[in-house]
């Protein structure tokens, strides 16, 4: 039996930098009525309140609810109100020495951008993201500009060999994630299991970027049964699955969306 599921937020339960529609409001909150869930993002926890966390019903289901930002370098749970249990910040050097290295793997992938929207590096504490278009880009500006992940792959390329000793993970619409060695989101997954007392094998994640080099990938290279998804409208007939198999007290095995 699965007791817990795992989701990615941006380009999984909703557009990048976008709220959680209706539909998926009310599907989640159906699932923590049978299952624990959590969420994983590269976003900061302002983004999950903005975009997750505001559009749930607010009550006792809250409590099966799990958010990790950044990652999983950091990690909330509610009890009445959401408290912080951990976060696994930067130092300043690691932070100067981070930014300084995306500005120059930026410039050597050559890729020029016309036009931004807000900051292109945020500090997110445990985490420094960059959004090539600015964090406030319009989301079909955003998707015309790197769907097939290809600019940020060439941009990683460069920054493994600048910053060897951090991860580099790719996220969002236009995102690249730097957080500390072996802190991704396969260590937001551990953590889960250590936290929560739910093993691997009872955990199903579901993500958009499952691919080597993804932002989603350490979760299943941590072991777990993943459920790639193109978009949030996948995610929701993933999500309807799991509620029909777990209402009826089934084993949840594997989901292959049409």
């Known amino acids: 039996m699965k007791k817990l599921i795992v989701f990615d937020l941006d380009g999984t339960l909703a557009p990048s930098k976008s709220s959680l529609d209706a539909e998926m409001a009310s599907l989640l909150h159906d699932l923590l009525n049978v299952a624990k869930v959590a969420v994983i993002s590269g976003g900061a926890w302002l983004q999950f309140e903005r975009q997750v966390l505001s559009h749930l019903p607010q009550d006792e289901r809250l409590a099966r609810l799990s958010v990790l930002p950044t ?34 793997a930026v410039g050597t992938a050559g890729f020029p951008v016309q036009k931004t929207w807000g900051e292109t590096i945020e500090d997110r504490g445990s985490q420094i993201t960059y959004s090539a278009l600015g964090q406030q880009a319009p989301l079909e500006e955003k998707i015309k500009w790197d769907s097939d992940f290809a600019k940020r792959k060439k941009i990683k390329a460069v920054l493994d060999t600048l910053i060897p000793e951090f991860s580099v993970r790719l996220g969002g619409a236009t995102s690249i994630d730097v957080t500390k060695p072996g802190i991704d989101k396969a260590y937001g997954i551990k953590k889960l299991r250590d936290i929560l007392g739910i093993s691997l094998k009872e955990m199903i994640y579901v993500g958009d970027a499952l691919f080597v080099g993804g932002n989603d990938y350490p979760a299943e290279q941590a072991g777990v049964i993943s459920i790639p998804v193109r978009g949030p409208n996948e995610t929701k007939r993933v999500i309807e699955a799991i509620i029909a198999c777990l209402g009826d007290d089934q084993q949840v095995r594997s989901f292959e969306v049409d």
Do not use: M
Request: one cysteine or more; charged letters at 30%; hydrophobic letters at 30%.
């Open 71 to 104: 990652c999983g370098t950091q990690f909330f749970q509610y009890a009445g109100q959401w408290k912080r249990l951990y976060a696994e910040d930067f130092t300043a050097d690691e932070k100067e020495k981070i930014v300084s290295s995306l500005n120059k």
